[in-house]
């Protein structure tokens, strides 16, 4: 049955301790924050770029890490609920302390 395989390869997901591709995900995320960071400069630093406080970019370069971390956010919050509607689907097996995202 196809439901039951989708089942088993959800649960067998589940089951890593450490999954790769999130780890790596997350590591993007911090990095190119790091980055911006590095690259606005503020709080005593210098920026990389040469950018000071009064410039246009470093607004600029706050936005963008907004916009980063919020495009982030909305990736991984929708890549949530479809997994969510396909253990769902599937008759996943919850356990009781689980989060259920619709």
């Known amino acids: 049955d196809e439901q039951l395989k989708l089942r088993h390869q959800l649960l067998e997901e589940d089951s890593r301790q450490y999954p790769t591709e999130k780890l790596a995900a997350l590591l993007i995320l911090w990095i190119g924050l790091i980055l911006l960071t ?3 400069g503020g709080k005593g630093v210098e920026s990389l770029l ?3 406080c009064q410039s246009p970019w470093f607004a600029v370069l706050i936005v963008f890490q907004f916009v980063w971390t919020l495009g982030f956010a909305v990736v991984f919050g929708h890549k949530l609920i479809k ?3 396909i253990k769902d689907g599937v008759g996943y097996p919850y356990l009781e302390n689980d989060v259920i995202w619709d």
């Open 50 to 52: 040469g950018i000071t």
């Open 83 to 85: 997994r969510q509607a």
């Open 38 to 40: 590095f690259f606005k």
